[in-house]
């Protein structure tokens, strides 16, 4: 287990990254400095610079953590001995859920990607597109089996779902009249009758 400087035993990845995460919503990266983070986590710069490189690598981090548990569960989804209407809409649903899960993350990505190094930009698009390519394949097995119709191109259709989900963190609000699995639901009913032959 990775080393703690206090006694609540959490590792002090953990804690720089909540610290980071929590600073970068609040205030935006480019308005959070090392300092604040090391202060807000409780750790020294040193510590900081162990586990990350660089504040660039926080915010890499942040983003990528939640992208890990996403593309895991689309593998499991994908690869479930289910009917394809049955494992695309689990996916969509799915993502739709972690990206509430994790709001702050995905806002703070999104708001914040262009401070990404050239190298870690490409390195994220690469993750990206990889989970994209996996959801792309559900549709398109879907369309190729006469499941859904191709009437829209698969390129489309998922561009179409991520659209709505990258959006969430500008409007879902954990006090608003739906639940995260309700609004869920209601996106991936969509994306299913958007495909049906």
Do not use: C
């Not at 980071?20 to 205030?27: D, G, I, S, V, Y």
């Not at 593309?71 to 479930?80: F, G, I, K, M, S």
């Not at 289910?82 to 709001?103: C, H, M, S, Y």
């Not at 990404?116 to 990889?130: G, I, T, W, Y």
């Amino acid at each position: 287990m990775a080393r703690t400087t206090d006694g609540d035993g959490t590792p002090v990845p953990q804690r720089l990254l909540a610290a980071a995460t929590r600073l970068f919503a609040e205030r935006g990266y480019d308005r959070t400095s090392v300092q604040e983070i090391v202060e807000a986590a409780g750790v020294t710069k040193g510590a900081l610079y162990h586990y990350f490189g660089s504040k660039d690598d926080l915010l890499h981090e942040v983003y990528a953590r939640v992208l890990r548990v996403q593309q895991e569960r689309l593998d499991a989804y994908a690869d479930a001995d289910e009917p394809i209407e049955k494992r695309l809409r689990g996916a969509a649903a799915d993502v739709v859920v972690t990206t509430i899960e994790n709001l702050d993350d995905a806002m703070i990505f999104f708001r914040s990607m262009h401070h990404l190094s050239p190298e870690k930009n490409k390195q994220v698009r690469a993750e990206r597109r990889r989970y994209h390519e996996r959801f792309r394949a559900l549709v398109e097995e879907g369309q190729e089996t006469g499941v859904f119709s191709k009437a829209t191109p698969a390129d489309l259709v998922v561009d179409y779902h991520f659209g709505s989900v990258h959006h969430l963190s500008t409007w879902y609000r954990p006090d608003g009249p739906m639940t995260p699995q309700q609004v869920a639901d209601h996106l991936a009913d969509l994306l299913l009758r958007a495909l049906r032959p």
